[in-house]
C-alpha cells in the first residue's frame, strides 16, 4: 500500500522561507519520479516541481529560481526548498509519485504566504 505522507506547510510571511518534505512507504522509491503540485481554491492543480528517479528536475516558470526539489532516496523522502515566498504561492502543495502508469497522491500540506 503506497503511503505519501506531507509535512512542512504553513503560514509564512511575504520573502519567507518553508522546506516541505515528503515521507514515502510501499514502493521502491529510487525507482519512482517524485513531484510537487500545488493547488489554490478554486482553481485547479498545477505541476510546481518534479524530479526523476536519476535526479534530473524540472520546474513551473512561476518558482524557477526561488524553489529547489531534491530527494534523498535513502530516507524515501523528497523535499522541496521553497524561498523568496509571495502571496500567489499560496496553496495546498501535493506530493507525487509516478511509476509508468502507477501513480499515487499525498493528502497535501497547506501552505499560506501572508501579504
Known amino acids: 500500500q503506497v503511503q505519501l505522507v506531507e509535512s512542512g506547510g504553513g503560514l509564512v510571511q511575504t520573502g519567507g522561507s518553508l522546506r516541505l518534505s515528503c515521507a514515502a512507504s510501499?514502493?521502491?522509491?529510487?525507482?519512482?519520479?517524485m513531484g510537487w503540485y500545488r493547488q489554490a481554491p478554486g482553481k485547479q492543480r498545477d505541476l510546481v516541481a518534479t524530479?526523476?528517479?536519476?535526479?534530473?528536475?524540472n520546474y513551473a516558470d512561476s518558482v524557477k529560481g526561488r524553489f529547489t526539489i531534491s530527494r534523498d532516496n535513502a530516507k524515501n523522502t523528497v523535499y522541496l526548498a521553497m524561498n523568496s515566498l509571495k502571496p500567489e504561492d499560496t496553496a495546498v502543495y501535493y506530493c507525487?509519485?509516478?511509476?509508468?502508469?502507477?501513480?499515487?497522491w499525498g493528502q497535501g500540506t497547506q501552505v499560506t504566504v501572508s501579504s
Open positions: 507525487k509519485s509516478t511509476l509508468g502508469s502507477l501513480a499515487s
Open positions: 510501499g514502493i521502491t522509491f529510487n525507482l519512482y519520479a
Open positions: 524530479i526523476t528517479s536519476l535526479g534530473s528536475t
